[in-house]
């Protein structure tokens, strides 16, 4: 009971970040902005350690995401909904019959079959980096809709030293967004092999094969914590 209740307070206590929160994402340079406006109908394929960059990026674009029925995916995906996305509950692992996998997945091959986009954050919820998860590709095979990497390239950033190196950008910085070649599952694909295809990008995109403790090149300036 003390569990629900403080879960509800978190997710009430989000609604009100939504101003702060698109004020801080306005003081964000922003490069290259209209990837998604240029891809319709697309899957995005974006890195766990970038979602908050990637959510304040893509706000009020009307962009399909998923988020898992945790308590912290709950929370995550209110703060989704209030940056406008529209967000579908469910496991990460696309097609399972656990924690709402199946219904979530019919419900994002529909939205793309009816022209909407969706991002998925292919390496989680727990690793490792860079990492694709098949359902990802299991998205395009069913859809024939491609899978876009993206990446973004921050100034100034805080990079926590998880495995996804979680990254905040700080206010005023420069973000630009990468856009990686595109990938469509067709039937005779292998899939292992095409993974690990969307995988390399990332990586090339990201701009060094792993993470590491030392300056990372895509972040100019960084705080670590």
């Known amino acids: ?40 109908n697309s899957i995005f394929a974006i890195l766990h350690g970038q979602a908050l960059i990637m959510v304040l990026y893509g706000r009020d674009k009307g962009v399909y995401s998923l988020s898992s029925l945790s308590e912290d995916g709950l ?6 909904e209030i940056m406008g996305f529209k967000v579908i509950y469910g496991s990460s692992e696309l097609g399972r019959k656990e924690r709402g996998a199946r219904k979530a997945t019919i419900r994002l091959l529909r939205a793309l079959k009816e022209g909407e986009s969706v991002g998925i954050t292919v390496d989680g919820p727990v690793g490792p980096a860079f990492s694709v998860q098949k359902g990802v ?6 859809t024939q809709r491609p899978i876009v990497p993206l990446v973004a390239k921050v100034s100034r950033a805080i990079v926590f030293k998880s495995w996804d190196r979680f990254t905040i950008p700080l206010p005023f910085s420069k973000v630009t967004i990468l856009e990686g070649r595109k990938f469509t599952v067709k039937s005779q694909d292998d899939i292992d092999k095409l993974g690990q295809e969307v995988e390399r990008e990332l990586r090339t995109l990201y701009g060094e094969p792993s993470f590491s403790p030392q300056e990372h090149p895509l972040h100019e300036e960084q705080m670590q914590n």
């Open 75 to 80: 929370i995550a995906g209110k703060f989704q």
């Open 137 to 142: 590709l299991y998205l395009s095979h069913k």
């Open 1 to 40: 009971m003390v569990k629900k209740l403080k879960l509800r307070v978190i997710l009430f206590l989000i609604n009100l970040l939504s101003f702060p929160l698109r004020v801080y994402a306005r003081t964000l340079r922003w490069e290259n902005t209209d990837v998604v406006e240029r891809n319709p």
